[in-house]
């Protein structure tokens, strides 16, 4: 049996939801739907910045070999306004320290991106912040060669009827499209 790490904030973990929710546990039901020797693990912190997974990886990996690592940390620095070299720094080095511990493992990136009216800084000072994160994401997956899903939230982000009240969390039905959004990208390296 193979691991899949899934290692992110609240959007892995599934905030607000059941276990059994979450996209990595959805994840689960493809795997064993098609057979496939693999186990999904969720790693999902919720509030988790790129630099606190920095922190989290090295216990992480000491617990669980990782076969298939899916890195979807970020949405957490692009709220606070953390400079994007930063968050790019942080994954970078997750990554690399990933691909060092175990060289033939699988990586995949979790691209995200933010309507223009969120985050710390206003008017078009946010317009220029949301273009440079949401870049981050593809530039570092090319640099990385590692497989890239564009959008997490795609089909999510914006919908009510999608989320949470609080307007941020996927609800289950939500979930369910992050899971599509991960498995089209995931299934294909497996």
């Known amino acids: 049996m193979k691991n899949i790490l899934c290692f992110g904030d609240?959007?892995?973990?599934?905030y607000g939801l059941r276990a059994n929710e979450s996209f990595p546990a959805l994840i689960q039901q493809k795997l064993d739907a098609e057979n496939l020797?693999?186990?999904?693990?969720?790693?999902?912190?919720?509030?988790?910045?790129?630099?606190?997974?920095?922190?989290?990886?090295?216990?992480?990996?000491?617990?669980?070999?990782?076969?298939?690592?899916v890195l979807a940390l970020g949405a957490n620095d692009g709220l606070r306004g953390i400079p994007v070299r930063e968050t790019s720094q942080?994954?970078?080095h997750i990554l690399t320290e990933v691909k060092r511990?175990?060289?033939?493992?699988?990586?995949?990136?979790?691209?995200?991106?933010?309507p223009f009216d969120l985050g710390p800084l206003g008017g078009h000072k946010m317009g220029r912040?949301?273009?440079?994160?949401?870049?981050?994401?593809?530039?570092?997956?090319?640099?990385?060669?590692?497989?890239?899903?564009p959008f997490l939230l795609q089909g999510?982000?914006?919908?009510?009827?999608?989320?949470?009240?609080?307007?941020?969390?996927?609800?289950?039905?939500?979930?369910?499209?992050?899971?599509?959004?991960?498995w089209a990208v995931l299934r294909p390296l497996l």
Request: aromatic share 8%.
């Open 10 to 14: 609240s959007l892995t973990a599934g």
């Open 156 to 182: 999510v982000l914006g919908r009510r009827e999608l989320n949470l009240p609080d307007g941020v969390h996927p609800n289950a039905a939500g979930q369910q499209i992050l899971a599509e959004n991960v």
């Open 37 to 69: 020797p693999y186990k999904a693990h969720n790693y999902g912190i919720s509030g988790e910045t790129s630099a606190g997974g920095r922190q989290r990886l090295p216990t992480v990996l000491a617990r669980q070999p990782a076969d298939v690592f």
């Open 101 to 114: 511990q175990f060289p033939a493992a699988v990586l995949v990136l979790a691209g995200l991106e933010f």
């Open 90 to 92: 942080n994954l970078k």
């Open 129 to 149: 912040y949301a273009l440079e994160f949401k870049s981050l994401f593809r530039t570092l997956a090319d640099e990385q060669g590692v497989g890239f899903i």
